[in-house]
């Protein structure tokens, strides 16, 4: 299939630090592969778990968008803004890096696993103020539709960056279908399942794989079995 690319869960990289069990779908760390270092403005897509009281310290980062999505769990954050605050599955958190900041992020249970999406995508606008934002999502709201969570629009549903970029969760029951309208020419979308198997324009996909596609307009999107997936629309040019 033309203007497609295809990861399958089993090619991503991998990492296990023994408190920390990472998948990259991108080049991250020590994983390098240069077929696959970003899709367009998304940069780094992580699927990490976290031990019980483990946590990444306290590190720097600049000039990116950087998002969050706890899948199960907790994830404490503290940063050098001043935020301290715990999110947990069902909330989605957002940073701008802009001119620099640190964070440290961990997980605050003694007894239970945190696993998270984390995300970072280019910016449009360099050197920005850092700054923050973290929402508590409605979950009754991708049930069999997709539910925007990102967006470029301060006043718009879910968060938002410094890039034309928008994301959608989707969780569909076996044999829901629906459509997406691409909402910015010239950008396209990378397709995340978390779980379930789903087919997009003709493409089948099943848990952990990523699928990326461009210079379309609509996506085709039919659910094969009960389904959870993530909806990246991204700049391919930025």
């Known amino acids: 299939?033309?203007?497609?690319?295809?990861?399958?869960?089993?090619?991503?990289?991998h990492a296990d630090h023994g408190w920390l069990n990472a998948y990259h779908s991108f080049s991250f760390a020590s994983w390098y592969n240069p077929d696959r270092i970003q899709f367009g403005a998304l940069r780094v897509l992580n699927d990490d778990?976290?031990?019980?009281?483990?946590?990444?310290?306290?590190?720097?980062?600049?000039?990116?968008?950087?998002?969050?999505?706890?899948?199960?769990?907790?994830?404490?954050?503290?940063?050098?803004?001043?935020?301290?605050?715990?999110?947990?599955?069902?909330?989605?958190?957002?940073?701008?890096?802009?001119?620099?900041?640190?964070?440290?992020?961990?997980?605050?249970?003694?007894?239970?696993?945190?696993?998270?999406?984390?995300?970072?995508?280019?910016?449009?606008?360099?050197?920005?103020?850092?700054r923050y934002q973290q929402i508590t999502l409605n979950p009754e709201e991708r049930k069999n539709k997709l539910q925007q969570i990102l967006s470029p629009n301060a006043d718009d549903a879910g968060v938002w960056i410094y890039q034309d970029a928008w994301f959608h969760l989707g969780k569909f029951d076996k044999g829901v279908a629906t459509t997406y309208d691409l909402k910015k020419a010239g950008n396209g979308v990378y397709a995340f399942v978390l779980s379930g198997k789903l087919t997009i324009n003709g493409q089948e996909l099943e848990t952990r794989d990523g699928f990326g596609i461009w210079d379309i307009?609509?996506?085709?999107?039919?659910?094969?079995?009960?389904?959870?997936?993530?909806?990246?629309?991204?700049?391919?040019h930025y």
Request: proline letters at 5%.
């Open 217 to 236: 307009s609509t996506l085709d999107i039919k659910a094969d079995s009960d389904t959870e997936f993530l909806l990246m629309e991204i700049p391919m």
């Open 49 to 130: 778990t976290v031990a019980a009281g483990m946590g990444f310290g306290t590190h720097p980062h600049d000039n990116m968008e950087i998002i969050t999505i706890p899948l199960e769990g907790d994830l404490a954050h503290k940063d050098s803004m001043g935020n301290t605050e715990v999110i947990k599955n069902g909330d989605v958190q957002v940073m701008s890096a802009g001119t620099g900041i640190q964070h440290s992020e961990f997980n605050p249970n003694a007894d239970q696993r945190t696993k998270l999406l984390q995300i970072w995508v280019f910016p449009n606008k360099r050197n920005v103020q850092p």
């Open 1 to 13: 299939m033309k203007n497609t690319v295809l990861h399958k869960a089993d090619t991503r990289g």
